[in-house]
């Protein structure tokens, strides 16, 4: 089991070489990213994420729930009020599905992901919970639903645990235009 001396012994070292004191709570690469709380799926690492590029908000399966709206929506509100006057950018909001999810073995539970989502059991379907290019696909047909009138491109990425690559099964969407 990994202790907690062990993780300020390496925050020690972060401190010591990684902090930077120029880093603003709005992330410098106008980008959110939406993960799974997967271990094996941690977006800063696979996608290689610097301290301060990009929001990061990770769920059960990374999905866009009416949970994870109010967050975003909180966080745009934070944004706003921390703005520092540098001219309005589009954000880049991706979606990062895995495979081998545990959402495969939460499929056996209806009740539970009916709650999760907030929607009946009879709407359950299209979250298409057993694939992730399925379900990327959904999560962001919700988003540029929502978000319709708003500056953001939305993408989805399905990443294979077994061979550490991500796939784009939807390219960066204009959100405004629809
Ligand atoms: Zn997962």
């Known amino acids: 089991m990994t202790d907690v001396d062990e993780l300020v012994r390496r925050n020690?070292?972060?401190?010591?070489?990684?902090?930077?004191t120029d880093l603003t709570i709005n992330p410098r690469g106008h980008m959110m990213v939406v993960g799974c709380v997967d271990p094996r799926v941690d977006p800063t690492s696979v996608l290689g994420l610097a301290l301060g590029e990009a929001a990061v908000l990770r769920n059960v399966g990374g999905r866009i729930t009416p949970a994870t709206l109010r967050t975003m929506g909180m966080l745009g509100e934070v944004g706003q009020a921390r703005r520092d006057g540098s001219p309005a950018q589009p954000w880049n909001l991706v979606l990062l599905h895995h495979t081998d999810c545990g959402m495969l073995d939460l499929a056996a539970f209806p009740d539970l992901l009916a709650e999760y989502f907030e929607v009946p059991v009879t709407e359950l379907e299209p979250k298409a919970v057993s694939d992730p290019v399925r379900s990327v696909q959904a999560d962001v047909g919700v988003l540029l639903d929502v978000l319709r009138g708003s500056d953001f491109f939305v993408s989805g990425l399905v990443y294979d645990v077994a061979t550490g690559l991500v796939d784009v099964a939807v390219a960066p969407t204009p959100v405004r235009l629809r």
């Open 12 to 20: 020690r070292s972060f401190a010591a070489d990684g902090f930077r």
